[in-house]
């Protein structure tokens, strides 16, 4: 049986990827998402960064697809997200963590202003209410992400906080 404050988490964790709000967690959510923060940070779809970012969308949706939609109708139903993408979370966030890899690098990196390779916790801030984060969660979200507090956000800190996030304890 599910608690209620994880039932209040997989809530939050189906809207954050539902990001039409159509009740179905689908490829043009993900689209969506990429498209938004394309347009947050001023990068063109065409160039290497938009290009990349699109792919990893478009994996990320395989992976989550392949993990929740059993009825194969191409749309992750809230019940389809509950029965079978946290059970998997549960017991591999890992696993779900390297479905989102080629995502979450892509948008770092469209992120990343001066190309260092990590984005400071302002830029990682606007990745976060691009994906319906509300401001003040996303601020203190980006900043906890900084592990190392020296301002930057990491590939590995997102990733690893990403499998972290994604976790529902028995």
């Known amino acids: 049986m599910v608690?209620?404050?994880?039932?209040h988490r997989i809530a939050e964790w189906f809207a954050t990827f539902d990001q039409d709000g159509n009740g179905y967690i689908d490829r043009e959510d993900f689209s969506a998402a990429a498209k938004t923060l394309l347009a947050?940070?001023?990068?063109?779809?065409?160039?290497d960064k938009?290009?990349?970012?699109?792919?990893g969308a478009e994996a990320f949706w395989q992976g989550m697809a392949g993990i929740?939609?059993?009825?194969?109708?191409?749309?992750?139903?809230?019940?389809?997200?509950?029965n079978g993408a946290v059970k998997r979370l549960r017991d591999n966030p890992d696993r779900f963590a390297e479905i989102a890899r080629p995502f979450l690098q892509a948008a770092l990196a469209v992120a990343d202003a001066?190309?260092?390779?990590?984005?400071?916790?302002?830029e990682t801030a606007r990745v976060l209410r691009c994906l319906g984060?509300?401001?003040?969660?996303?601020?203190?979200?980006?900043?906890?992400?900084?592990a190392d507090t020296d301002g930057r956000v990491t590939q590995?800190?997102?990733?690893?906080?990403?499998?972290?996030y994604?976790?529902?304890?028995e």
Not at 166 to 169: A, D, M, N
């Open 133 to 146: 984060v509300d401001a003040p969660t996303a601020k203190a979200a980006a900043a906890a992400l900084d």
């Open 3 to 7: 608690s209620t404050e994880n039932e």
């Open 68 to 82: 929740a939609d059993r009825d194969g109708d191409q749309r992750i139903s809230r019940d389809e997200f509950v």
């Open 156 to 164: 590995a800190e997102v990733i690893s906080a990403f499998a972290r």
């Open 114 to 122: 001066d190309a260092d390779g990590a984005a400071t916790v302002e």
């Open 50 to 55: 938009g290009q990349a970012l699109y792919l």
């Open 40 to 47: 947050e940070f001023g990068t063109t779809a065409r160039c």
């Open 166 to 169: 994604f976790t529902v304890p």
